[in-house]
């Protein structure tokens, strides 16, 4: 049992079923599960703020995040909304950079969260479930690019005719 008492056998299974770490084999997903930490936050309270020090990656189990960033007209501007089984906050696993955005819980939420030195440690001590992590890390930070990308291209095509 952790803090708020999930069962560790249901978290690996939760885990396992993520796309995040669904290739690796249930010995892997059952060492990393004790590596992560469980944190419970209230509808509209910060999880952590655009150019906050960034060190984890977090795994929505049940809930909502709005991720955000500051807008000078609007003052902050939505990206998207997270549901339950996606992962934010990916990048600072990766990069030793601020956070490029908001996190806030839109309703109440139950997050599982990894530090990048829990992480990194458990990559040396198996790299093949490192790499499949990573691999799949790349995937959606290339999709994510892409759709950033689109947004881009439609608003310099809309700022054409204005």
């Known amino acids: 049992m952790t803090g708020m008492g999930i069962d560790?056998?249901?978290?690996?299974?939760?885990?396992?079923n993520l796309g995040?770490?669904?290739?690796?084999?249930?010995?892997?997903?059952?060492?990393?599960?004790y590596l992560f930490s469980e944190r419970v936050f209230q509808a509209s309270e910060t999880i952590f703020e655009e150019n906050d020090a960034g060190d984890s990656l977090l795994v929505i189990l049940s809930g909502e995040v709005r991720i955000t960033q500051r807008a000078p007209v609007s003052g902050e501007?939505?990206?998207?909304?997270?549901?339950?089984?996606?992962?934010?906050?990916?990048?600072?696993?990766?990069?030793d950079l601020p956070r490029s955005a908001t996190a806030i819980a839109h309703c109440d939420t139950f997050i599982m969260e990894i530090s990048r030195q829990r992480?990194?440690?458990?990559?040396?001590?198996?790299?093949?479930?490192?790499?499949k992590i990573l691999i799949t890390?790349?995937?959606?930070?290339?999709?994510?690019?892409?759709?950033a990308d689109n947004k881009i291209k439609a608003f310099v095509n809309l700022s054409q005719w204005v």
């Open 77 to 95: 501007e939505t990206l998207t909304v997270l549901k339950k089984g996606d992962f934010f906050g990916e990048m600072a696993l990766l990069e």
């Open 20 to 33: 995040l770490f669904s290739e690796m084999n249930y010995g892997a997903v059952k060492e990393l599960a």
């Open 137 to 147: 890390l790349a995937r959606s930070l290339s999709a994510r690019l892409r759709e």
């Open 119 to 131: 992480f990194l440690r458990f990559v040396e001590k198996d790299p093949a479930s490192g790499v």
């Open 8 to 16: 560790k056998d249901i978290l690996i299974d939760i885990l396992k």
